[in-house]
């Protein structure tokens, strides 16, 4: 199986090419078109801000390309926020695949939210194998409303939508790779689609 991990500089790629080694499989690190498009599974990792890593999939071409795949694609933390329609952070025009804007946390709770907190409401085979109210590790200043696309719920002051799915393509907000066994099982599950 080829799995390409998206490499264009925005990403905490290297934990999660390890956590799938610990998988048995192997990912290759690419941000070429016909790398990506030979995949049978495509991961779209995030870390940071929206706005510079959009210019940094702009600048490849890879904004045009993401959104045509046809294989299962797994977008991580920024990597799904930047699959939306449109972020907050940095007025920041998204990919389109999921029809939802991504909003800046208003809670009286922390912001950023970083560590552990719970998903429910699973709906999806992404999540076979894992119990309801498992804890994941999240990092995010921004989120995702409950939408039609939601297949997880995290409440965080407000419930909101911490994995979405629509066709080929996912998205979590945490960071599967930096969630124990429960976030491997994840993406086992996702390279087993």
Same mark, same amino acid.
């Given at each position: ?9 925005? +990403?905490?790629?290297?934990?999660? !090419?390890?956590?799938? #080694? ?11 078109? =016909?790398?990506? !498009?030979?995949?049978? &599974? ?15 999939? &702009?600048?490849?071409?890879?904004? !045009?390309? @993401? ?20 972020? =907050?952070?940095?007025?920041? #025009?998204?990919? =389109? /695949? ?10 009286? =709770? %922390? ?7 719970? /998903? ?7 999540? &076979? +194998?894992?119990?309801?109210? $498992?804890?994941?590790?999240?990092? *995010? ?11 997880? @719920? ?11 799915? &629509? ?7 945490? *960071?599967?790779? %930096?969630?124990?066994?429960?976030? $491997? ?9």
């Amino acid at each position: 199986m080829k799995i390409v991990i998206i490499n264009y500089g925005a +990403g905490n790629i290297q934990s999660i !090419k390890f956590a799938i #080694q610990r998988l048995g499989y192997e990912a290759v690190l690419s941000d070429n078109s =016909e790398v990506i !498009k030979s995949a049978d &599974k495509v991961i779209f990792p995030g870390v940071g801000e929206a706005s510079s890593a959009m210019a940094k999939l &702009k600048s490849t071409g890879l904004d !045009k390309l @993401i959104p045509t795949l046809k294989q299962p694609v797994l977008g991580i933390c920024l990597g799904m926020q930047l699959m939306c329609n449109y972020c =907050e952070e940095g007025n920041t #025009q998204g990919l =389109e /695949i999921f029809d939802v804007n991504v909003i800046k946390f208003d809670t009286s =709770e %922390k912001v950023p939210q970083i560590g552990w907190n719970q /998903i429910e409401n699973l709906n999806s085979k992404l999540f &076979k +194998g894992i119990n309801e109210k $498992e804890y994941m590790y999240l990092v *995010h200043s921004f989120y995702v409303p409950l939408n039609n696309e939601a297949i997880a @719920i995290t409440d965080y002051g407000i419930k909101y939508a911490s994995a979405l799915q &629509k066709d080929n393509f996912y998205g979590v907000q945490f *960071h599967p790779e %930096k969630s124990s066994k429960a976030g $491997e099982q994840i993406l086992k599950n996702f390279l087993e689609l």
